[in-house]
C-alpha cells in the first residue's frame, strides 16, 4: 500500500523543516564561535589572571573542542538546556521563556492589525482598479511602506500617550500583575510594527486579486450574471492567498525578530530587548539560545505556511508537491 500524496507532503515538509533547523543551528555555532575576542577575558576584564580566565573558561565550557561543544548544545537543546547565561547567571531557557511573554502577544497585536487592515484595502483597491480609490488607497500603502515602524511609534506616542493620554508612553506591567495594563502597554508599539505589515498585505493582496481577475474562470462567473466585486469576493480571494499566506509566514517571522528596535523605543522587556543586551556584554551563551529560538519560531512558521498551501490549493495535495 503506498504512501498517500498528503502524507507525502507532509513527510517532504517536516523533512524541510528538520535539515534548516540542522543548518542554522551549525551556522549560527560557527559564526559566534569565530568571533574574536575571548568571552571569558571579556567578562572578567582586562586585569584577571590568566589562572582566573582559564577557570572560568573551562566552567563555560569554552576549552573543549568546537565539535564537542556543537554537539553538547544540540544535545542540550533537545532536552530543553539551552545553557547558562555568562553574566546573568540565570537559565537561558527561563529568559527567553520570560521575554517571549511581551515579544509573542507583541508579534500577534501586530500581525492581527496588519491582516485586518491590510486585507481588506488591497482587495477594495483591487475591485476599484484604476480608480480614484485605487489610487488613493495604494499612494497610502507605499506611505506606510515608506515610514520606518520606529518613527511612526513615536508620533503615535506624542498623540495617544502625551496629548490625549489614553496609552502608556512606555514599560511593561507583567501580566500577572495587571492584565489589563499589560495589554494597553503593547498596543501603540504592536501598531507601531503592525503599519508596514500592513501596507506590503494591502500591496500584495491588490497585486494577486487583479492578476486573478484576468483568469478565465472570473469571465465565466461574470458571464453568468455574477458583476465584477461577486466574481472576485466569491472566486477570486481564495484564489489569490497563495502568495499572501507567503508574505504573511515571512511577517510573522520579520515581527519577531525585528522587534529590537520598537522595544528600545517603548522600553518593552522583550526577546529583541534580551539579544540586543546579550550581544552588547558579549554574552554568547545567550545570543546563541535566543537567536536559535528565532530560527525556530520562523522555520515552523513557514512550515505552517506549507501545511496551509495544502489546504488552499487541492493540487498540492494530490501532487504531493
Avoid at 37 to 57: K, M
Avoid at 281 to 298: F, K, N, S
Wanted: glycine share 8%; with cysteine; net charge positive.
Amino acid at each position: 500500500m503506498g504512501v498517500s500524496p498528503m502524507t507525502l507532503f507532509l513527510l517532504r515538509r517536516i523533512a524541510g523543516f528538520a535539515v534548516t533547523l540542522f543548518v542554522a543551528a551549525l551556522i549560527i555555532f560557527l559564526l559566534l564561535d569565530l568571533l574574536p575576542g575571548d568571552p571569558a577575558r571579556f567578562i572578567l576584564g582586562i586585569n584577571a589572571t590568566p589562572e582566573a580566565v582559564a577557570a572560568l573558561r573551562a566552567q563555560m565550557g569554552l576549552d573543549a573542542p568546537a565539535h564537542e561543544r556543537f554537539l553538547n548544545w544540540i544535545g542540550g537543546m533537545l532536552r530543553g538546556d539551552f545553557g547558562i547565561s555568562s553574566t546573568q547567571r540565570l537559565a537561558v531557557s527561563e529568559l527567553i521563556a520570560e521575554r517571549m511573554a511581551v515579544t509573542l502577544p507583541l508579534t500577534m497585536i501586530a500581525m492581527v492589525v496588519s491582516v485586518v487592515v491590510g486585507l481588506p484595502i488591497g482587495i477594495l483597491a483591487a475591485m476599484r482598479r484604476g480608480k480614484a480609490t485605487d489610487t488613493a488607497l495604494m499612494v497610502l500603502a507605499q506611505t506606510g511602506v515608506a515610514v520606518p515602524n520606529f518613527w511612526f511609534g513615536m508620533l503615535l506616542t506624542l498623540v495617544f500617550a502625551v496629548t490625549l493620554r489614553w496609552l502608556p508612553t512606555g514599560g511593561f506591567i507583567p501580566w500577572d500583575e495587571d492584565a489589563g495594563a499589560a495589554l494597553r502597554g503593547l498596543v501603540l508599539p504592536g501598531l507601531a510594527l503592525a503599519l508596514p505589515q500592513a501596507s506590503i498585505l494591502a500591496r500584495v493582496m491588490r497585486t494577486a486579486l487583479v492578476d486573478v481577475a484576468e483568469q478565465d474562470f472570473i469571465r465565466t462567473a461574470r458571464a453568468k450574471g455574477m458583476t465584477k466585486s461577486e466574481a472576485i469576493w466569491r472566486h477570486g480571494v481564495r484564489n489569490a492567498l497563495l502568495p499572501v499566506l507567503t508574505i504573511l509566514g515571512l511577517q510573522f517571522a520579520y515581527l519577531i525578530a525585528g522587534t529590537i528596535i520598537v522595544e528600545n523605543v517603548f522600553y518593552l522587556p522583550g526577546l529583541g530587548r534580551l539579544i540586543f543586551t546579550a550581544i552588547s556584554e558579549r554574552d554568547l551563551v545567550l545570543v546563541r539560545g535566543a537567536t536559535i529560538v528565532l530560527v525556530v519560531a520562523t522555520t515552523a512558521t513557514m512550515l505552517l505556511v506549507d501545511l496551509c498551501y495544502g489546504l488552499v490549493d487541492p493540487r498540492l495535495r494530490r501532487q504531493g508537491a
